[in-house]
């Protein structure tokens, strides 16, 4: 067991960080304070998995269990957790923490402590982002109003090419956060410390071509942690820091609706002369919806107006992204996923079988597209299988999941795919790094941990049994001999933790679903 005295943890989480940038940035010697980490304790690779999205994989890493069981097996606001998250379980242990940036939900919870969300799940103008919600107001003050998630000019600059403009709202946003963090930290009591940043993975995305940009950011970024690490040694702390997935470059984009249709798999309906028109003159529902809601008439309107009509309104600017799913077998509208809509279980699973073997047969110039192509209940398992989507897969490295429908073909390079190209997309190698007290030092893991292997190894650490219904493991080798744990996978409670959401919390508002949505369309989850 470990020594009888106040364990304290740090958990960093770089959402999208990958050593395939870091490692260039450390041999060019811009990342000393991270090399000094690295040499203090212990690096590898964190696996991630199925769907490879943040919100998905960041819940795995903090309940401890596969998507199956946690409840939210891809992006959005309609699904909630299904089982207590670390902070909760610390919390009934009396565990005092302080949560920065958590990117894994929102609204935040009512633990012991403090928790402030943030990322793309929460909205832009979110008053409702802190517990206590005093903690808003203290952070307003000493950041000069702060922002809890990126702002959606960001990805108008894009479009517009105007990358250092979009830059430096990014970095804006992380320079509020770590303030925040270190300013809370400083103030208020902890036993586990944690904040999330997302800027690894949105710069990613968008400058995966352009290193001038991400060399200054991994700059920033060193010396956040040469301070982060500095602090765990006064308190004399575990600091643990890992990504919730990796990164890669993107040559092609491979459009899934598109290959459905010219595979010969399912037919979609031709859009109509009005949808066209509409979509190009810029007449999508959201703005719609938007314009007519500042008139007041939004809900007089939507009774009065023809269902027939509303079905010609485009979802957003590119009209040819659009599915009538009610009316199509299979489609594709979330990341790495496909939907099979086929009520007779025969014919049901006869698609899935079909669609499946042609994924993994599908080449270009000799190279396989698709890595893998699991059923839902292959990839995961647990009482919520059934929310995921029927087809899970993962791209070869290079290839980029699209939903468009394009007569150019399913396979497009950046330049013909147009339109706020994304350079950069997820890969399943995460990273990790730990150092502190409890660890080994100068180790390279010679195994790689699953993201859901973090949770019970700081369980461990805090000597607090794993729940039965764990995936996750306490990853022992990375534990020096002083400080080896013996505690055994036994039940925490018979039943989970109730989600102790502030009530006037619980929910998004219909205009809060609508920014996440066109957020996570606009990135290109959706």
Not at 106 to 130: A, D, Q, R, W
Not at 158 to 175: G, M, V
Not at 288 to 295: D, W
Request: proline share 5%; with cysteine.
């Amino acid at each position: 067991m470990f020594e009888d005295m106040r364990k304290k943890v740090i958990l960093i989480g770089l959402d999208g960080a990958t050593w395939t940038q870091l490692d260039k940035f450390l041999q060019e010697g811009i990342m000393p304070n991270l090399q000094n980490i690295i040499n203090s304790g212990v690096r590898g690779n964190l696996k991630s998995y199925f769907p490879f999205t943040s919100k998905s994989s960041w819940l795995s890493i903090l309940t401890g269990a596969n998507p199956g069981k946690h409840g939210v097996p891809h992006l959005g606001t309609k699904e909630t957790k299904e089982i207590p998250i670390l902070w909760e379980i610390l919390s009934e242990k009396n565990i005092k923490n302080l949560i920065v940036n958590d990117l894994s939900m929102y609204p935040p919870l009512k633990i012991n402590g403090i928790m402030v969300t943030g990322g793309e799940l929460t909205p832009h103008n979110s008053k409702k982002f802190t517990v206590p919600s005093e903690i808003k107001e203290e952070l307003d003050q000493v950041v000069n109003g702060y922002v809890p998630s990126l702002d959606p000019l960001f990805t108008q600059l894009l479009k517009e090419s105007k990358f250092k403009e979009a830059y430096e709202i990014a970095e804006n946003y992380d320079k509020k956060v770590t303030e925040s963090f270190f300013h809370l930290s400083e103030k208020y009591d902890w036993d586990m410390l944690s904040m999330m940043l997302e800027n690894p993975d949105i710069l990613h995305h968008h400058y995966w071509d352009k290193p001038e940009y991400l060399r200054k950011f991994h700059l920033w970024v060193d010396s956040i942690l040469g301070k982060i690490y500095k602090l765990s040694v006064e308190q004399n702390a575990d600091l643990i820091i890992v990504s919730d997935h990796g990164g890669g470059g993107v040559n092609k984009h491979f459009l899934v609706n598109t290959w459905l249709r010219d595979s010969g798999i399912v037919k979609f309906e031709q859009h109509g002369k009005i949808t066209k028109i509409m979509a190009k003159s810029n007449l999508r529902q959201d703005v719609l919806r938007k314009n007519i809601s500042k008139m007041h008439m939004r809900k007089i309107l939507s009774k009065i107006t023809p269902d027939s009509l509303k079905k010609k309104i485009p979802l957003h600017s590119d009209e040819s992204s659009f599915v009538d799913e009610e009316n199509t077998k299979a489609f594709s509208k979330m990341y790495g996923t496909i939907t099979i809509n086929e009520k007779d279980p025969k014919k049901y699973e006869k698609l899935r079988d079909q669609i499946i073997e042609q994924l993994l047969q599908l080449e270009d110039n000799g190279e396989k597209v698709v890595l893998e192509a699991l059923k839902k209940e292959d990839a995961f398992n647990g009482p919520f299988v059934n929310r995921a989507n029927d087809i899970q897969f993962l791209l070869n490295e290079g290839y980029r999941w699209s939903p468009y429908l394009r007569d150019e073909g399913y396979l497009l390079n950046n330049e013909k795919y147009g339109d706020l190209i994304r350079v950069g997309d997820h890969r399943p190698e995460g990273i990790m790094v730990a150092t502190g007290p409890n660890f080994v030092k100068g180790k390279i893991l010679e195994n790689m941990p699953l993201g859901w292997d973090i949770c019970a190894t700081i369980l461990d650490i805090f000597n607090i049994n794993i729940p039965s219904y764990f995936d996750g493991k306490p990853i022992k080798e990375i534990f020096n001999e002083k400080s080896k744990s013996d505690t055994k996978n036994i039940s925490y409670e018979n039943k989970p933790i109730k989600n102790k959401v502030e009530e006037e919390y619980v929910s998004y508002t219909k205009e809060e679903e609508e920014e996440i949505e066109k957020s996570l369309r606009d990135l290109g989850y959706i």
